[in-house]
């Protein structure tokens, strides 16, 4: 479940998240890819880190492991190898094998903190295949649903401590007005924690995290140290498509998949000839 590769300079490229909710026969193949980690993905084109992460019952927050729930978050250079991925055999094989399914590619708004001393950065428009057209405002003024990743890393002797303020913050975000959806991931139980959500606009996620538990939570967070690292990354949401807890989901952004599409045709060939201090509570 580490990077493939240590990087040394900030991360910066396009995001690709696979949330999946198993059928029930197929629950040994899912708790296989835990075990696997990063293993099986070790020629995909593009690629600079994947992470294979378990979820709370019901793809929730819960201390209570989840049997079905997992979720997929990885990084490419190039978003057009992140497109292609999404139709490849890798993700196909999550897609056969699941009761629910969602899949999202996202591009970087801005990051703070780090993942396994690993520093993130905005994706550039190179990643994005928007060389010809950086002069264009309407290709870099975000549109559409934006998505938010916070993950921790929690100071063992605090777990508990930080477990007291967690579920009712948790509890608060998947009700909130404004957030299409959210699931809680981890790398590790207890103290591990990686939390992922969809909002409909920034209105919303702000009115979240300045209110109520989620306040509360982050105030203890801070004053108590509880992370011996973290991460918040704010993205847009260039494509994302499948059902979540029985709500269908279906966007794309036009044009930046229009500029991906006329992107390096090298990124292209070489997938084809692949083998397949928000709270952070």
Excluded: N
């Excluded at 070790?42 to 201390?63: A, I, N």
């Excluded at 490849?88 to 897609?95: G, I, K, L």
Aim: charged share 15%.
């Amino acid at each position: 479940m580490e990077a493939i590769a240590p990087l040394h300079d900030p991360l910066s490229g396009v995001v690709v998240v696979v949330l999946v909710d198993f059928l029930r026969q197929h629950q040994g193949w899912g708790w296989l890819r835990l075990v696997a980690g990063a293993t099986p993905y070790k020629e995909v084109p593009g690629l600079t880190m994947v992470k294979v992460m378990g979820s709370g019952h019901g793809g929730g927050f819960s201390l209570r492991p989840s049997a079905t729930h997992q979720g997929l978050i990885c990084t490419f250079s190039h978003l057009d190898m992140a497109l292609k991925f999404l139709d490849s055999p890798w993700v196909q094989a999550y897609r056969d094998r699941a009761r629910e399914c969602w899949t999202g590619v996202m591009s970087v708004q801005s990051a703070r903190g780090h993942w396994d001393k690993q520093a993130w950065q905005a994706s550039t428009l190179e990643a994005l295949g928007a060389q010809l057209q950086a002069h264009d405002p309407a290709r870099v003024q975000p549109m559409g649903p934006f998505a938010v990743l916070t993950r921790a890393s929690i100071v063992p002797t605090k777990a508990m401590a930080f477990w007291r303020y967690a579920p009712a913050a948790q509890a608060d975000l998947g009700k909130s007005p404004g957030c299409l959806l959210a699931m809680g991931l981890g790398e590790a139980p207890l103290v591990r924690q990686c939390t992922f959500s969809v909002w409909q606009d920034t209105a919303a996620m702000l009115q979240y995290a300045h209110q109520g538990a989620h306040q509360l939570a982050s105030a203890a967070a801070y004053k108590h140290q509880f992370f011996s690292e973290s991460l918040f990354v704010r993205m847009q949401v260039m494509q994302m498509a499948g059902v979540w807890k029985g709500q269908p989901f279906q966007f794309q952004s036009q044009s930046d998949l229009r500029d991906a599409r006329t992107s390096t045709s090298s990124c292209e060939s070489a997938l084809d000839r692949a083998t397949p201090q928000v709270s952070h509570v």
